[in-house]
């Protein structure tokens, strides 16, 4: 049974211009200690997913699912409370921008040491325990790149500099040892040897304790070294998903492929300053969809069929939801 | 031929007046440096090493304690010039973009202040831009709440953008794009160049696109220029310890994934 199982999750959401479809039938599921990749254009709808499965979502929005189950529990029918009690314990989170998150009125030390539960410490007399709670909480900075922990946990989240705050919310997702990460563009902006440290710490979390984790973000490299399985989006739609190995050497959907083309890490053969390969156009707004495909209008291969909405297809554990997928020419 | 932008001896010191002020005790040693019309400029370095400052020092944000910055071989007097000619792309999309108002609006603000283009002509500038960034002349009625981070991060492009500067500063202005729309972004700025002889200089961590566009690169280190050269001599033979690190790092990651 997977940890994290969403089957046709759908979200409305109203906007001056009246309700519109952010998220229409996305699928999604994670198995105990898997590393999934989200990726998709920017605007395709990434942050609302994660926003949606951690219900962090003004409370006029509409969330409706076949099935959003947390290890076979349905996470939408449960009280507010019980669903904390898990993104508390179990399931931690890193949104986008994690400084928000992150409560103003408190110092980084209460908040940090909050979340590690009595369960992780010795008994013992209750200073003994402070003591085990502040060398937790400043092991856990040193691993994630914050080097000078006595000034960052007697700070104002208002004190620090972004990139702390940013380092020091990945830290405080961690701190309660997590089954499931889920982790919102987390290492943007991190200078690239802090970023390596983190994606070393991931790794080994999820060797170690089977850690899962949805990695959502826009590093190909970082998540092409890091992650088992990757979900496409594309324009608040599943796209594509499968095996990260399959989607990297034969993607079969055609924004799959523009995607992986287009970063240049990925191309050393590429002369300096030329032209990147990118889609043409811009990923149309929810008010103004096409008709059909949603990347019809920009699509490379889009032919007449492409008017009609493609249906999600599958090859063993490989999904696609496209008309005239890439290396199938032949069927 | 004069450079576009020459700084020489730029240095910064702050004062402690708060224990806790932003920048507390943070000081930039003196640097110099060239930038030619049409040439990249990157500024590489660890969190914290003062990019930000430098880039805000170079765009009259922040007042340098000495040193001196000539835009054609003129010092800038006027303000006005300054923010017509030199633009800058905020690392936080939260320093730059009024929530209050919609993205037309915000657009629309430096074309009143800079230019005495009247409002039909402004709609059309505005319009124009959206969709050289790869937006939609639509989105001029959203508010910056409605945009995802990457469509906040085009906004800011399209707002240092829009009054035609001579150079960019640009802190960041890749990170939160997809890699998709993050080419389409790279290429606009590359034929920006070509056609208009835009002097770019852009702080970034993503060593891909520093290598794959930047002709010359200044690497900090807590506020020192520990390195600078150009781009594929900083990549095969990095001088300092730092960016030995880095490099090394990065090339780590690409082999991991090959
Ligand atoms: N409050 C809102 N009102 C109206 N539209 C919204 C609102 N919040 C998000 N959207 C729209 O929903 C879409 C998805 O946004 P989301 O933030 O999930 O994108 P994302 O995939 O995380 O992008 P990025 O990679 O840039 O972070 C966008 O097109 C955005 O315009
Ligand atoms: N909000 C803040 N509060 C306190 N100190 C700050 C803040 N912002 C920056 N600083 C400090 O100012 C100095 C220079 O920071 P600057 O923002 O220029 O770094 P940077 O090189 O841009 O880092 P990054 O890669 O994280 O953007 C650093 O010592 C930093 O700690
Ligand atoms: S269904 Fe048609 S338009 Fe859509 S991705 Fe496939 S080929 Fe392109
Ligand atoms: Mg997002
Ligand atoms: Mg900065």
Known sequence: MPLLDIKNLTLEIDTPLGWIKALDKINLSIDSSEVRALVGESGSGKSLVVKSIVGALPDRWKVTADRMNWKGRDLLSMSDSQRRAITRSEMSVVLQNPATSLDPSATLQEQIEESISDSQLDRGWFWQRRQQRRLIATQQLHKVGIRDHDVCLASYPHQVAEDISQKFALAMALVSNPKLLIADNPTMGMETTTKIQVLRLLAKLNKTRELSILFVSHDLLAISAMADTMTVLYCGQTVESGKMSQLKRRPLHPYTKALLDSAPSFRRDLPPKAALSSLDGTIPTLQHLPIGCRLGPRCPRAQKECVKMPDVRRIHEHYYACHFPLHRDKT | ?258
Request: net charge positive; hydrophobic share 40%; proline share 4%.
């Open chain 2, 1 to 258: 031929m004069t450079p576009l932008l020459t700084v020489s001896n730029l240095s910064y010191c702050k004062k402690d007046k708060s224990w806790f002020g932003k920048n507390a005790g943070f000081r930039l040693d003196p640097l110099s440096f060239e930038l030619k019309a049409g040439e990249t400029m990157a500024i590489m370095g660890e969190n914290g090493s003062g990019k930000s400052l430098l880039a805000k020092l170079l765009v009259g944000v922040e007042r340098p304690n000495a040193g001196e910055i000539l835009l054609n071989g003129e010092p800038l007097h006027h303000k006005r010039q300054r923010f017509q000619a030199i633009r800058m792309i905020f690392q936080h999309t939260k320093e730059s973009l009024n929530p209050a108002l919609t993205l037309g609006s915000l657009l629309e603000e430096p074309l009143i202040l800079n230019t005495e283009l009247d409002s039909r002509a402004r709609k059309r500038k505005i319009e124009e831009t959206l969709k050289l960034v790869g937006m939609l002349p639509e989105h001029q009625f959203f508010y910056r709440h409605m945009l995802s981070e990457g469509q906040r991060q085009r906004v800011a492009v399209a707002r240092a953008l829009i009054l035609n500067p001579q150079v960019l500063v640009a802190d960041e202005p890749f990170a939160a794009l997809d890699p998709s729309v993050r080419s389409q972004t790279v290429n606009l700025l590359m034929k920006l160049q070509r056609d208009l002889g835009l002097g770019f200089i852009f702080i970034s961590h993503n060593l891909g696109i520093v290598r794959h566009i930047s002709d010359r690169i200044l690497v900090l280190e807590e506020g020192k220029l520990v390195e600078s050269g150009k781009t594929d001599v900083i990549f095969n033979w990095p001088k300092s310890d730092y960016t030995q690190r880095l490099i090394h790092a990065y090339q780590a990651l690409i082999s991991r994934d090959a």
